[in-house]
């Protein structure tokens, strides 16, 4: 039994992006989303220096964004003005307030 013209066109358009390292998925999302998603995937299938950092920079924004070297936020403090200022910074001892409930 023979297929049809139509399932034998699709099946050698879905062989040729096999070759190319493409394939066909599927992804749910909302409409408003659709030209995003669709510019995301044409970007990522051209492939290129564009398409390696359009990958870093979404996996790392998925991810938690761990961009820079762990110990970013005490480097930061060490790097204040006030570093050396002698603040004083204890809290009084003061006793708690009652309360009328």
Request: charged share 35%; net charge positive; hydrophobic share 35%.
């Amino acid at each position: 039994m023979s297929t049809s013209p139509q399932k034998r066109a699709l099946k050698t358009y879905r062989d040729r992006l096999k070759q190319r390292g493409m394939t066909r998925f599927e992804v749910l999302g909302l409409e408003r989303d659709r030209s995003l998603i669709r510019t995301l995937a044409k970007q990522l299938a051209e492939g290129g220096d564009a398409a390696a950092k359009l990958r870093k920079t979404v996996g790392n924004g998925l991810a938690g964004g761990d961009d820079g070297p762990r110990g970013g936020i005490l480097a930061a403090l060490r790097r204040s003005p006030l570093v050396g200022a002698d603040l004083d910074l204890t809290r009084d001892d003061t006793p708690a307030r009652s309360v009328d409930l």
